[in-house]
């Protein structure tokens, strides 16, 4: 396995655990990104997201648009994630993902006329393993170049 596939490998892995990214709309007015729940059906693209009607990213979402989402686990792992974003009214995929924390937020359940499914269709993402390490710490004191060590931390993948 490449190192660029082992780092791919452990970001979904970490992405499993965790499941909260900060989503964002590209050139909306209010771009901000949010932090949603993923659900993924599988080690690969789309994410899922389950949202309200109510929320801005829906608003923004006449169309598919570009879309970009960011992941941090524990300070271990981070990843910048481009693709594009739209809403879907798959009833089998809302099936499929549907959990008891899903639906703690909607009254009506998968009929909750509020309830709104995402799909991010992911495209690259940007991968980076933390390089600021207390060996990479002690190593600049003997003076190595931690760098050296940390550029096999960094992948660029298709998603």
Known sequence: MTDDAKIEARFWKSLA???????????????????MIVQIDEE????????????H??????QGRRAIATF????????????????SQDRAMIDKLWNPQVAAW???????????????????????L?????????KSLLGVDPKQDYKDDKATVSL
């Open 17 to 35: 655990a965790e499941r909260v990214m900060m989503l964002g709309v590209d050139g909306v007015e209010d771009g901000f990104a949010r932090p």
């Open 130 to 138: 933390d390089g600021s390490s207390l060996v990479a710490g002690i």
């Open 72 to 87: 941090a686990d524990k300070g271990e792992l981070y990843a910048s994630i481009q693709g594009s974003l739209s809403l």
């Open 57 to 62: 990213i829906v608003e923004a979402l006449s």
């Open 106 to 128: 909607y009254e009506e359940g998968k009929d909750d006329p509020k309830l709104r499914l995402l799909r991010f269709d992911a495209e690259r993402a940007e991968i980076w």
């Open 44 to 55: 690969r693209s789309p994410l899922w997201f389950f949202t309200s009607s109510e929320n």
